[in-house]
């Protein structure tokens, strides 16, 4: 019982809680749940940021995230971006607007221009309760965690506190908040995803929708796992650079039953193909370009390469490599 002078905590008869539509709410549909919390997991050099820029251009305009999944309800994005100039992340978020189609000046992502955040610090943690309470954004991107504390994230107390922090927004302000997380080396793929984030397990605990990716063998794999719906089949992922104006990432194909099954495409090409396919209509590409889009190792990359290059289909320029037919 509280004793003299304590606030008693508040309560609410059971049958007096208003009840909700049953079934998920998404913001995304069936990637990101409606006022959810989580992350966005994978090894360096995975896309991690691209995914996260490309739900907040599709929350902030109401388009298909990855060209493939609805946002039934947009609303205006407010990011972080730690690791990347200001002119990157314009250059970015420009060209998945260019390739949609949608004017850049009329996309409401607003992005935060602070130097640094530090959010295991009370000041900076009121300072971006108010920046949204300002906005009322519908999501929230901060990337990546390891930028916007000290603490040791091994520590599951200290841990603890800030997860804390992020469900309070989530709570207060009816917003999704998308945290970028890396993964251990040679962390597990699939429904195993979440064990191999970096730091304590409250990590991989705390999301209500998370979402993970791979490198396979030639693409990108995207996986997903929701506390209250089940997860979608692993999507194949490649990042569509054939013209700088409008990179993008893009879903090309998805699991089912053990089988590969494209979502525009009757099968599954060779790499030399999907080579060919990036080299299309004059365009010139560097080697590590292509490895970027096509999201394939060095050495299989070079086999192909030399593959081409001996049926002459195509020749190394001063400036790339250059399709012949």
């Not at 996260?52 to 309800?73: I, N, R």
């Not at 609303?75 to 060209?95: H, I, M, N, S, T």
């Not at 292509?290 to 593959?307: F, I, M, T, W, Y």
């Amino acid at each position: 019982m509280p004793t003299s002078g304590e606030q008693a905590l508040p309560v609410v008869r059971v049958g007096e809680i208003e009840s909700e539509p049953s079934g998920q709410r998404w913001l995304v549909e069936e990637l990101w749940g409606a006022s959810s919390v989580g992350v966005i997991g994978g090894a360096p050099k995975c896309a991690k940021t691209w995914l996260g820029l490309d739900m907040a251009l599709s929350v902030a305009t109401g388009t298909a995230c990855l060209d493939k999944y609805a946002v039934p309800e947009p609303g205006p994005v407010l990011v972080y971006l730690a690791e990347d100039a200001l002119p990157v992340v314009r250059e970015r978020v420009e060209g998945m607007a260019r390739h949609r189609g949608l004017d850049l000046a009329r996309v409401e992502i607003y992005v935060i221009t602070a130097p640094t955040l530090r959010l295991d610090r009370d000041r900076d943690r009121m300072r971006l309760l108010e920046t949204s309470k300002q906005l009322r954004p519908r999501l929230l991107v901060l990337d990546p965690l390891v930028r916007l504390h000290g603490i040791d994230e091994n520590h599951a107390g200290e841990v603890a506190k800030l997860l804390a922090y992020f469900r309070s927004l989530q709570r207060q302000l009816d917003l999704s908040v998308l945290l970028v997380h890396h993964t251990r080396k040679n962390a597990a793929g699939g429904a195993a995803a979440g064990l191999g984030l970096r730091g304590s397990s409250d990590i991989h605990a705390f999301g209500d929708s998370n979402l993970y990716l791979r490198r396979g063998k030639e693409h990108l794999v995207l996986s997903t796992e929701h506390r209250a719906a089940p997860a979608s089949p692993p999507i194949y992922l490649t990042l569509v650079a054939t013209n700088p104006d409008t990179t993008h990432l893009k879903a090309v194909a998805q699991h089912e039953d053990g089988s590969t099954r494209l979502v525009s495409e009757g099968k599954l090409h060779s790499l030399e193909e999907r080579v060919l396919a990036n080299l299309a209509d004059g365009m010139v590409l560097t080697r590590s370009k292509l490895r970027d889009c096509l999201a394939v190792k060095n050495e299989r990359l070079g086999e192909a390469l030399e593959s081409l290059e001996r049926a002459g289909r195509l020749c190394r320029t001063e400036t790339g490599w250059q399709r012949l037919d």
